[in-house]
């Protein structure tokens, strides 16, 4: 229960890590200075994750990485957008 | 050994997953799109990860998130010695 605890707040911290990046763009109109790089990248190696966690069998790890990977489309979705203005 | 291979890309993705940001910062000498908040989320939830990979006695969890807390603090230093200027 307590190594539980650990691995879900883990999950949801990076989980939703890119969440205040989406907000910042958001307010800010702006994407300039945000490597799409770096989320390319982390979509990649989240997928990769979900796999290993498939695995491992943890549902904590599956969950955790299928989550991660709609919210960092969603920030390249906001990048592209903010990058045309 | 495949599913080691899977396991191990996915840790060097996510991993290094910021130094992209990290070049980007230094190139534009700018961090102004670049949210504080995703640094510290990530860094305050990779530490919890890695203590949930020591739990699952799992090696290239523990790996991958040391060395992403690493890349982490510099992309915090960055930012800092970015926005002052």
Same mark, same amino acid.
């Given at each position: =229960? +307590?190594? +539980?605890? #650990? %691995? /879900?707040?883990?999950?949801?911290?990076?989980?939703? %890590?890119?969440?205040?990046? #989406?907000?910042? =763009?958001? !307010?800010?109109? /702006?994407? !300039?200075? &945000?490597?799409?790089?770096?989320? +390319?990248?982390? /979509?990649? %190696? &989240?997928?990769?994750?979900?796999?290993?966690?498939?695995?491992? %069998?943890?549902?904590?790890?599956?969950?955790?990485? @299928? @989550? /991660?990977? #709609?919210t960092i489309v969603a920030a390249i979705v906001l990048y592209y957008h903010?990058? !045309?203005?």
């Amino acid at each position: =229960m +307590y190594w +539980y605890l #650990i %691995g /879900s707040i883990a999950a949801i911290l990076t989980t939703f %890590g890119f969440v205040p990046q #989406i907000i910042k =763009m958001h !307010r800010t109109k /702006s994407s !300039r200075d &945000v490597s799409l790089a770096t989320l +390319y990248q982390f /979509s990649a %190696g &989240v997928v990769l994750w979900a796999l290993y966690g498939l695995h491992l %069998g943890d549902v904590i790890i599956i969950a955790a990485n @299928v @989550v /991660s990977f #709609i919210t960092i489309v969603a920030a390249i979705v906001l990048y592209y957008h903010y990058s !045309r203005q």
